[in-house]
């Protein structure tokens, strides 16, 4: 089992930038943060996969948000640029334990919070 931490939420304003952080306890062959907004189902927004160094993002957040990571402390970082009231949501990170699995550890969340 790996346990995932998440850091770094918060309340900003539009325009405004944060950097989240998500710590595993161990090895994992991808990482990825999702988002929940009140009332909205749980969406996609980047992805990272440590041997190909392959990085996917959702169509909204691509040119504004940046994943990237140490695999050597297995974390990953997701830069948020340029926020928008729409980005508010629960963050959270989770991971594929190994190639062909689906993403089995979830970290608890981070809430953010983006102002107009």
């Known amino acids: 089992q790996v346990r995932l931490v998440e850091s770094g939420g918060g309340l900003v304003q539009a325009g405004d930038s944060l950097r989240l952080a998500c710590a595993a306890s161990?090895?994992?062959?991808?990482m990825a943060w999702f988002r929940q907004a009140p009332g909205k189902e749980r969406e996609f927004v980047a992805s990272i996969t440590w041997s190909e160094g392959r990085t996917d993002y959702a169509d909204s957040v691509k040119g504004r948000f940046t994943i990237s990571g140490d695999k050597a402390r297995n974390t990953v970082y997701l830069q948020m640029n340029s926020l928008k009231p729409e980005d508010t949501a629960v963050y959270f990170c989770?991971?594929?334990?190994?190639?062909?699995?689906?993403?089995?550890?979830w970290g608890q969340g981070t809430q953010v919070t983006v102002s107009s």
């Open positions: 989770t991971a594929r334990p190994w190639a062909g699995t689906s993403y089995a550890y």
């Open positions: 161990g090895r994992t062959f991808s």
